[in-house]
């Protein structure tokens, strides 16, 4: 039966789009096609027929398929704008070729339309190479239309958060990701070429196990029990070296469920390898060759820039310790001959802060971050790193207290890890004990204890060299991106409206409003106590509180809590101020804002940066789902039509 025709609401587009396809279908004609057999695509047509001189035309029959991109109608001729595949050609629609009713078919079609078209080559008068349709048929019906052209998608959330548009508007994104593809397979290749297998390993593990990091927990029902979705690929791949596969490798994704900044996606592509009778130096060979196989296949050259800086991936990478990286940038010597209190000493003065718990090897690998990292913009291989931070790397044979493992640097960041691996069962059951104690003592980011691993040493594996890289992150490096979620597909949003909160029953809202803040359950709230002890109002005075807008803000790069704000507070300089907030708010979305900030406080340094001030916010307490106390917090946010600098009284 025929769809029944609503009335055209004419400044609804949406629903004007609705009516052509509701009038399409009582018609008889489906909006939404069928098979397509094209001839070309369109890049072929572009490289093809490239020769054609202005003015001339052909009889060279194509069939080629697309979206409409664009449209002009003059009189009764009319001018699209295909695209496929990222490649654009124009459609030179004569009303004589078509037939007035095509022709008044086709001035009916919309921009987002994807369409199958036939006719000849062309290049019109003004250098144009076209297709000259003489007939074609409606593929899909776009309801939604696109971002207005010259302007295109430019707000990055919601670039992110619907990348279906913005590979249509934007050429330079799909561009990323066709170099995200290639950089994957060229990986592939070359481990493959290496004599490697690829390999495929559980996601869901009984165990947490592989690497220190926080993992998300699901419940498997048919084995009524708890499971973690995987945080690293580790012991899996190397049971299968006890198992006698002698190179194994698998690219898959990761999940540990940390926060979210600039480098860092709760959800996340590696490259795991496993080498048998290899150790720590044909490990740093193999990724030196996976890398530069990826740049050149995405980049052509291992020259490269990454954000206005010069990267060569070419010759042969530094190697240093971590010891001799740590004492160059503290400026004096870190090793194990200091005492623990020397140690935090050095940490403290570089903005640091150690917890009881460390001892000297997590020191120096805390001063080596707090001093050394950034400053490591070409490929170095930091190599032997204390035992305590690495469970699962051999000692180093002429110092118990190191191990033999390595990270790669570039830019400041770690693309990939790699060890010598233990082998030893005896040694590792000590360390996987060690680790649960610091899970007892509420590290929630340590290991548990795997049983069957051990018994798979006991079993015997060979000398082996292992080696973990970061897909996306090395994606970011290749492609010139500052952000991860720039090279994820469908990086991780805050939802669009609050949990809890009123969303619109009418899909075709085209108006955006501000949805409906999540309730508050008042009586359960908990404040602190108001303060007994008096304060004479010169002390208050002489904080100075200040409107100030957010211009910027991101994450701080190795810290889970604080954001960086970058921000106007009308003095015509810009003021930092770190915040530990991230665990409330993600910085995209308070960019813009109008917040309150005491500007008077003298600067203290945060993981090496200068915060200047103290963003103002409410903190009060509620019951968590187990009935403990969870904090909450609330950035006071003002009207924007406060001025940067205004003075609270």
């Known amino acids: 039966m025929a769809e029944e025709i609503t009335e055209i609401i004419e400044d609804d587009p949406i629903e004007v789009r609705r009516a052509k396809r509701a009038a399409l279908m009582a018609a008889g004609q489906d909006p939404y096609g069928r098979a397509f057999d094209r001839s070309h695509t369109v890049a072929e047509l572009n490289e093809g027929w490239a020769h054609l001189a202005d003015g001339d035309s052909t009889e060279d029959e194509v069939?080629?398929?697309?979206?409409?991109?664009?449209?002009?109608?003059?009189?009764?001729?009319?001018?699209?704008?295909?695209?496929?595949?990222?490649?654009?050609?124009?459609?030179?629609?004569?009303i004589n070729a078509l037939g007035e009713d095509a022709f008044a078919a086709l001035c009916d079609l919309d921009v987002g339309d994807w369409i199958g078209v036939h006719g000849t080559m062309m290049r019109t008068k003004r250098g144009q190479l076209s297709v000259g349709v003489d007939s074609f048929?409606?593929?899909?019906?776009?309801?939604?239309?696109?971002?207005?052209?010259?302007?295109?998608?430019?707000d990055k959330e919601t670039r992110y958060?619907?990348?279906?548009?913005d590979l249509v508007m934007n050429p330079e994104v799909r561009s990323v990701f066709e170099k995200r593809f290639k950089i994957v397979s060229a990986?592939?290749?070359?481990?493959?070429d290496q004599g490697f297998y690829e390999v495929e390993t559980p996601f869901l593990h009984a165990i947490i196990g592989g690497a220190n990091a926080k993992p998300f927990i699901t419940h498997f029902n048919a084995l009524d029990r708890d499971y973690y979705l995987r945080i690293a690929t580790e012991l899996p791949l190397k049971r299968l070296l006890v198992g006698g596969f002698e190179k194994v490798f698998e690219i898959g994704r990761q999940f540990r469920n940390e926060g979210m900044d600039p480098f860092h996606n709760p959800e996340f592509t590696t490259m795991e390898?496993?080498?048998?009778?290899t150790d720590l130096d044909g490990m740093m060979d193999l990724t030196e060759g996976y890398i530069k196989a990826a740049a050149m296949a995405a980049c052509g050259t291992l020259s490269i820039t990454y954000q206005g800086t010069e990267v060569n991936l070419d010759g042969t990478w530094r190697r240093a310790s971590?010891?001799?990286?740590?004492?160059?940038?503290?400026?004096?010597?870190?090793?194990?001959?200091r005492t623990r209190d020397e140690l935090v000493g050095i940490l403290e003065r570089n903005g640091g802060h150690a917890e009881a718990a460390w001892g000297k090897g997590k020191l120096i690998a805390e001063i080596f971050e707090a001093v050394a990292e950034e400053k490591l913009t070409q490929p170095t291989f930091v190599i032997d790193h204390p035992l305590e931070v690495s469970p699962l790397a051999k000692k180093h044979p002429d110092n118990p207290e190191l191990t033999q493992r390595f990270e790669l640097f570039i830019m400041g960041h770690e693309y990939a890890n790699a060890f010598t691996e233990l082998n030893d069962p005896v040694d590792q059951a000590e360390r996987?004990?060690?680790q649960v104690e610091a899970k007892d003592l509420g590290d929630d980011e340590a290991m548990g204890y795997d049983a069957d691993y051990i018994r798979a040493l006991e079993y015997g594996m060979p000398p082996a060299g292992g080696v973990g890289v970061g897909i996306d992150r090395l994606v970011m490096l290749l492609t010139d991106a500052p952000s991860i979620r720039d090279v994820l597909l469908f990086p991780h949003m805050k939802d669009e409206t609050p949990a809890g909160g009123a969303r619109s029953a009418a899909p075709a809202a085209s108006v955006a409003t501000d949805p409906a803040p999540e309730p508050v359950d008042f009586s359960n709230v908990v404040i602190e106590p108001l303060f007994a002890d008096e304060v004479d109002f010169d002390t208050f005075s002489k904080s100075d509180f200040r409107a100030v807008k957010v211009l910027a803000c991101e994450a701080v790069p190795k810290s889970k809590k604080l954001l960086q704000f970058t921000l106007d507070d009308g003095t015509g300089e810009e003021r930092t101020i770190l915040s530990g907030i991230h665990a409330y708010y993600e910085p995209e979305e308070l960019v813009g804002k109008t917040l309150i900030a005491i500007t008077n406080l003298p600067p203290r340094k945060m993981m090496g940066i200068d915060s200047c001030g103290m963003i103002i916010s409410a903190v009060?307490?509620?019951?968590?789902d187990d009935g403990e106390p969870e904090e909450r917090l609330n950035l006071l946010m003002v009207d924007d039509r406060i001025p940067a600098g205004a003075k609270l009284y």
Request: hydrophobic share 40%; glycine share 8%.
């Open 432 to 434: 996987f004990r060690a």
């Open 322 to 337: 971590m010891v001799e990286l740590a004492s160059e940038g503290a400026g004096e010597d870190v090793s194990f001959e």
């Open 620 to 624: 009060h307490e509620v019951p968590g």
């Open 187 to 192: 990986i592939r290749r070359y481990m493959e």
């Open 63 to 94: 069939t080629i398929a697309g979206r409409v991109m664009a449209k002009r109608v003059q009189g009764k001729i009319a001018f699209l704008e295909l695209r496929e595949a990222g490649e654009d050609i124009q459609l030179f629609c004569r």
């Open 161 to 165: 958060r619907q990348r279906y548009v």
């Open 137 to 154: 048929e409606l593929l899909s019906k776009s309801l939604r239309p696109l971002p207005e052209k010259f302007h295109g998608l430019t």
């Open 273 to 277: 390898a496993y080498q048998a009778f």
